[in-house]
C-alpha cells in the first residue's frame, strides 16, 4: 500500500518521465528537419524509452491500488541547436531525472516502504546508463565536431539504436 506523499510522488515522477518522452520526440523531429536521421532515430527511440518509463510508474501504482492522477504536460522549450548543443541538454536532463528519482529512494527509506525502495532499484540502475550513453556521445562529438564527415559517421551509427522493452 502506497502512502498519499509517496502516491503523489509517484504521479509526479510519471509526469516527468512522460514529459521527458514529449522533449526526446521534439527532438526527434528537430533532427529530421535537419537532415539528421541517425540523430531523430536515436531521439526517437528515447521517446519510446520514456514512455515505457512512464507506464512502469502507471502500472505500480495501480498494482498498488493507487490513485494515477495525470497532469498537463509541459512544453518543450525548442531552438535545440547543434547535435552536441542537444546531448548537452539530454545529459542535463536525465541529472535532474536522477536527482529526481534518488529524491523518490530518499523517501521510501523515510517511509520504510519496502516495496517502493525495490521497485526504484530498476530506476537508479537505468539512470546510471542513461547517462552513460548521453557522455559516451558528447565525447564522441566533441571529438569529431559538430559537421562533416564525423557527424555523417555518427548519424549512420545511430540509425541501427532500436527499442528494446524493459522486462516486468
Ligand atoms: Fe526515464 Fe531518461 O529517464
Known amino acids: 500500500m502506497l502512502s498519499e506523499r509517496m502516491t503523489k510522488a509517484l504521479n509526479e515522477q510519471m509526469n516527468k518521465e512522460m514529459y521527458s518522452a514529449y522533449l526526446y520526440m521534439d527532438m526527434s523531429a ?9 540523430f531523430a532515430n536515436w531521439f526517437m527511440v528515447q521517446y ?34 547543434t547535435p ?4 548537452e541538454a539530454t545529459l542535463k536532463h536525465e541529472q535532474f531525472i536522477t536527482e529526481s528519482i534518488h529524491g523518490l529512494v530518499e523517501l521510501a527509506y523515510e517511509e520504510k516502504d519496502y516495496a517502493t525502495q525495490i521497485f526504484l532499484q530498476w530506476f537508479v540502475t537505468e539512470q546510471i546508463e542513461e547517462e552513460a550513453n548521453d557522455n559516451e556521445l558528447i565525447a564522441k562529438l566533441r571529438l569529431v565536431g ?3 564527415n564525423g557527424l555523417f559517421m555518427i548519424d549512420k ?6 527499442f528494446n522493452p524493459p522486462k516486468k
Not at 528537430?30 to 541517425?38: A, D, E, I, N, R
Not at 510508474?57 to 495525470?70: A, H, M
Not at 551509427?157 to 532500436?162: A, D, K, N, V
Open 157 to 162: 551509427e545511430l540509425e541501427s539504436r532500436t
Open 48 to 81: 519510446q524509452e520514456e514512455m515505457s518509463h512512464a507506464m512502469k510508474i502507471y502500472d505500480y501504482i495501480n498494482e498498488q491500488g493507487g490513485k494515477v492522477v495525470l497532469n498537463s504536460i509541459e512544453k518543450p522549450p525548442g531552438n535545440f541547436g
Open 146 to 148: 559538430d559537421e562533416g
Open 30 to 38: 528537430h533532427c529530421t528537419y535537419s537532415g539528421l536521421g541517425g
Open 84 to 87: 552536441l548543443e542537444m546531448f
